[in-house]
């Protein structure tokens, strides 16, 4: 274990060879395994489970009875919701190692994933989207997109402050949460200010 001023709750595991940002929090019955890395000011929710390899970015936040498993990648400002899953191979059976098959799946910046929702290893999540509670992901998903159901399908676009964007004649669209500006071009969502 390797790292300096971080929480770390006196029934969560930290495995050596595993690295902790500074300002995390690791909360109860939760377990990081070794050459697991989690950056700055984390926040890892009761029963959480770290696998080997894993990568989180500053400032994520990890609620309550989530597991994630090598592979996976998330990027700064993410947030994982209560009992979300990730899996990490596309047709596990008990009686066939499927370890080396294992597909990596990014969470890039500012994404959310909601309460109960699963990622389908192999299908990466843009920046900012915004996956709703119990939805399932079985394939990409778009910077900003806004995503819900079984399986999950685009139902409109999410700005940073996590406000809705409705987009004009012009693909201008204006967040009422804090007036950022987006356009959209060829179905491809960036933000202009």
Not at 51 to 68: C, E, P, R, T
Not at 77 to 84: A, Q
Not at 146 to 166: D, H, N, T, Y
């Amino acid at each position: 274990m390797s790292s300096i001023n971080y929480f770390t709750h006196e029934s969560a595991y930290a495995d050596e060879g595993c690295v902790i940002g500074e300002g995390t929090k690791i909360w109860h019955f939760c377990h990081v395994m070794g050459n697991a890395k989690i950056g700055k000011n984390c926040n890892l929710g009761q029963n959480v489970f770290i696998a080997s390899n894993v990568i989180l970015g500053d400032h994520v936040k990890v609620q309550n009875n989530v597991s994630i498993y090598e592979g996976v990648i998330c990027e700064d400002h993410v947030f994982l919701g209560p009992s979300m899953v990730f899996t990490n191979v596309y047709n596990p059976r008990s009686g066939v190692e499927r370890k080396d098959e294992y597909r990596k799946t990014i969470v890039k910046k500012g994404a959310s994933i909601g309460a109960n929702a699963t990622i389908v290893c192999g299908n990466n999540i843009g920046r900012y989207a915004f996956i709703g509670a119990g939805a399932v992901v079985k394939s990409e998903v778009p910077d900003y997109a806004m995503m819900a159901g079984v399986p999950a399908r685009q139902i409109g676009w999410m700005s940073e402050f996590g406000e809705k964007l409705e987009f004009d004649i012009d693909g201008m669209a204006i967040c009422k949460g804090n007036g950022e500006q987006y356009q959209m071009k060829e179905n491809v969502v960036v933000k202009i200010s």
